[in-house]
């Protein structure tokens, strides 16, 4: 098979409906690994910011016990951050032009990015746990921070579809990007908004944490228990967030079938 059938079938495989949230998300990555180009260089890139700030913080806290621990979490917290999470309706407009009617579809075909997305970024998260937890002499609080890394992301997937129907944009090539400037700021936006979202993002999903070390402190084994009342929190937030961003979709329907129907926004 060609290289241009190739790419014509897994067009038409973004564009075709599936009633199953699984084989959706299996599409998903099948297109996603045989287009790496959309969303290898922004992980890579945004991997290499947190080591860099990570370290340069302070040369010595790549050393420190308390530190290192939590750096697959700070880690996951940063490489999540990016354009493919935000610009949902960036890809297979066709798909989206038939289910902005339908919020149901909506809420599949977000849960199903988000997913895809997670599965593709979370074993290099997880490879990090794997290598650094055990030479820090607290499983217990290694076991926390491998069920944070795990679920968290998901609060930020939940605010991160917010974004999707307020600010859309189609990806373009960096020489068609520049011959249309009245693009720019909007697209400078859109670059943006993942990582202003990082902080306000982090300090609601891990709710359950942050008020659990205020009234009992910090030992492993609190901890522990702070970490997996996160899990259904995560989730939680994550559903109810789709949830409102596809009520904003149903709102904004108009301006967002426009935008679908516009190459070069």
């Not at 969303?39 to 947190?50: R, S, Y």
């Not at 306000?200 to 009992?216: C, H, Q, R």
């Amino acid at each position: 098979m060609s290289a241009s059938a190739t790419d014509s079938q897994a067009v038409d495989d973004l564009d075709r409906p599936y009633e199953q949230l699984w084989t959706r998300v299996k599409v998903l990555l099948r297109h996603e690994f045989s287009a790496p180009q959309y969303w290898l260089p922004g992980l890579v890139f945004n991997a290499l910011v947190v080591v860099a700030v990570w370290i340069l913080i302070d040369p010595s806290i790549a050393h420190e016990h308390t530190a290192l621990i939590f750096f697959p979490l700070a880690f996951a917290s940063w490489v999540f951050a990016d354009v493919f999470v935000t610009n949902l309706f960036g890809n297979a407009p066709d798909r989206w032009r038939n289910s902005l009617d339908d919020g149901k579809a909506i809420r599949a075909e977000m849960t199903a990015r988000n997913l895809a997305f997670w599965i593709l970024v979370s074993p290099i998260c997880i490879a990090l746990c794997i290598a650094i937890v055990p030479s820090q002499h607290d499983l217990v609080l290694g076991a926390a921070v491998f069920l944070m890394v795990l679920f968290v992301p998901f609060g930020y997937f939940g605010m991160a579809c917010l974004v999707a129907p307020l600010l859309p944009y189609h990806p373009l090539s960096v020489k068609e990007r520049l011959t249309q400037p009245g693009t720019w700021v909007r697209f400078g936006l859109a670059l943006l908004m993942p990582f202003l979202l990082t902080f306000p993002a982090a300090v609601v999903a891990d709710l359950p944490v942050e008020v659990g070390i205020y009234f009992f402190g910090t030992k492993s084994s609190h901890m522990l228990i702070f970490a997996i009342l996160t899990v259904p929190w995560a989730l939680f937030l994550w559903q109810a967030l789709i949830g409102a961003s596809a009520w904003l979709t149903g709102k904004r329907r108009d301006h967002i079938r426009k935008f679908l129907t516009t190459p070069g926004a």
